[in-house]
């Protein structure tokens, strides 16, 4: 029976479910750079380069090792500019008797394969994407009946039923979750390791003619482009990590520094979500570290909880909810996104330290996400929408059903509650305890008024006075409460008429 086999840009694995069971002889694989996955967003130049040169590697690779591939790239004059326009050009001229997809990680495209799918004459199965330690379907069972769906008991369950670490039926270290020890600011002369560049070679540098020509007006810079597109260079990049970073993964796991957005972490989003990495691989390497004596409990528990737990917990949430995550907006949000986000022209050292890294590298750590553009974003009352598709375009691991649940549910409570038990709002005491970003601030991260004022201090009181109604009867905002209770009229006064001018004046 000839197959035609699907390929999608973050299906890069040998082992991924549409390839299971090929026969070189007769089937085919089919891959395709096309303009609607180039520009659903308006990716980041070096997520573009990023995704097609990793493609293009992997279809050599198969092509190595003899398989049939038909792959379009983007400026072939046949192409039709979508992925069902290709199989349909693909099935016109090849005749298989069967079509074999991996589900598309994106509802978007899930929706409209599986739409025509339904109406396609030849049999078309669509079958999981098993590069995941949960199914949809556990996190469905799990969810059912439970009033609140927080991480920290998904994640437990993984634990238990992969024996990730574990000794027999007790958490590895003797508790489940070492938050508590990942939350250290770094010295100021700590020694940050070096990290592993990827020099473009001959098809990257083709790629990044291409991104340049087609897509010069997307966000980004390609001067700095050291991402891997290989599986050999991504497994390199994962030794680096648990050699050189775990280690100092944990204490400073939450820790921003100037000019410095990598610290300790691993870089390596990219590589598992578009499959050069398996989430199992990295999770494993890094359990042998802590086996070993090489790296402490923190460290290798606080990664492990990013990979088996946040990753697969927000791909529950993002199945859960779809579609119409997206429209979520509880605070009932309106404010266009600020021309900031991509210029990065602001006197605020901590939001331009954050978008500067996000254009040059096109990668800003967690914290930077959560609680610089994402807490700035929350407090100035953003359109979720809006924010949810700027971090979707902007970032080399930006993929919907990861972004969409991080963006609408931890960074913007938009969903209110679903995801995260209060808002992850704070003022600039946060930023100035975990950076060193306000000691080169223009703004005084110890005032609350005035013109000189922190904008993350009025800003915080004031979205804290707004919602007032909608969070105050939540117990884990209680001390705010409190404290906004001390403030007096005209206190109050003062901070909604500063943050009203800063947020008028914005552009
Ligand atoms: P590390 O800090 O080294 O973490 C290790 C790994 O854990 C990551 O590679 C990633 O696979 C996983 N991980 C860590 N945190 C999370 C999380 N919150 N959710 C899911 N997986 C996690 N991550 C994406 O992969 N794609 C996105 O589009 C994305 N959008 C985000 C948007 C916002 C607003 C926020 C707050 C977070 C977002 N994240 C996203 C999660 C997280 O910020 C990135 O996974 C991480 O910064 C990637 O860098 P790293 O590989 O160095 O991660
Ligand atoms: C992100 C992306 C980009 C930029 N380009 C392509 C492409 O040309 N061809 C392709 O097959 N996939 C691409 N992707 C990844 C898809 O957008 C991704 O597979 C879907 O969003 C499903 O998750
Ligand atoms: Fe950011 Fe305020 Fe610190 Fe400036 S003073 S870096 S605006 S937190």
Redesign the pocket.
């Known amino acids: 029976m000839k197959t035609l086999r699907l390929i999608l840009g973050d299906q890069l694995n040998r082992d991924i479910s549409a390839l299971e069971g090929i026969d070189s002889r007769t089937d085919v694989i089919l891959m395709a750079e096309v303009m609607q996955e180039a520009t659903y967003v308006r990716h980041h130049k070096q997520k573009i380069v990023f995704i097609l040169s990793a493609m293009r590697h992997f279809a050599e690779e198969l092509k190595s090792e003899g398989f049939q591939v038909r792959y379009t790239n983007l400026d072939d004059v046949e192409n039709s500019g979508s992925i069902i326009g290709e199989l349909n050009r693909a099935i016109k001229d090849l005749s298989p008797d069967l079509i074999c997809i991996t589900t598309p990680a994106e509802y978007r495209l899930f929706d409209q394969l599986s739409n025509w799918a339904k109406n396609h004459p030849t049999d078309v199965v669509i079958r999981k994407d098993d590069r995941f330690f949960s199914d949809i379907n556990d996190f469905e069972a799990w969810a059912k009946n439970r009033k609140s769906l927080r991480m920290e008991f998904f994640y437990r369950e993984l634990r238990r039923k992969t024996g990730i670490l574990m000794d027999g039926n007790s958490p590895k270290g003797g508790k489940w979750n070492f938050d508590q020890s990942n939350r250290k600011s770094l010295p100021k002369t700590f020694e940050l390791p070096d990290r592993l560049k990827f020099c473009p070679n001959e098809k990257v540098i083709d790629v990044i003619a291409l991104v340049e020509e087609y897509f010069s007006e997307h966000f980004g810079s390609l001067d700095k482009f050291n991402w891997a597109v290989q599986r050999k260079d991504a497994l390199a990049a994962l030794d680096h990590?648990i050699e050189a970073c775990l280690e100092n993964?944990g204490d400073y796991?939450d820790a921003m520094k100037a000019n410095n957005s990598?610290l300790?972490?691993?870089?390596?989003?990219?590589?598992?979500?578009i499959g050069l990495l398996s989430?199992k691989e990295?999770c494993s390497k890094a359990e042998a570290a802590y086996d070993s004596g090489r790296v402490p409990i923190n460290a290798a528990e606080g990664?492990i909880r990013?990979?088996l737990g946040?990753?697969e917990?927000?791909?529950g949430i993002y199945w859960h909810r779809m579609p119409g995550y997206t429209e979520s907006n509880f605070f009932k949000a309106n404010r266009p996104l600020p021309d900031l986000y991509w210029t990065g022209k602001t006197d605020m050292r901590c939001i331009s330290e954050a978008i500067n890294s996000t254009s040059e590298y096109a990668?800003?750590?967690?914290i930077?996400?959560?609680m610089v553009?994402?807490n700035f974003a929350l407090l100035a009352g953003i359109d979720p929408a809006e924010?949810?598709e700027w971090?979707?375009s902007v970032?080399a691991?930006?993929?919907?059903w990861?972004?969409h649940?991080?963006?609408i549910g931890?960074?913007?409570y938009a969903d209110g509650g679903l995801l995260a038990s209060k808002p992850y709002a704070a003022s600039g005491a946060y930023i100035n305890r975990m950076s060193d970003y306000c000691r080169s601030c223009k703004y005084d991260v110890k005032k609350r008024e005035g013109s000189n004022a922190c904008p993350f201090n009025y800003l915080y009181w004031d979205f804290m006075a707004r919602n007032q109604d909608v969070l105050e009867d939540n117990p884990r905002m209680a001390f705010p409460y409190k404290t906004l209770k001390r403030f007096t009229e005209i206190q109050r006064k003062n901070i909604s008429v500063q943050a009203k001018y800063f947020l008028d004046n914005l552009e």
Do not use: C, K
């Open positions: 990590f993964f796991q990598f300790f972490h691993s870089l390596l989003a990219p590589y598992i979500n989430p990295v990664f990013q990979i946040w990753r917990y927000v791909r990668y800003a750590h967690h930077q996400r959560l553009t994402g924010t949810s971090y979707l970032y691991d930006a993929f919907e990861v972004e649940p991080n963006t931890m960074a913007l």
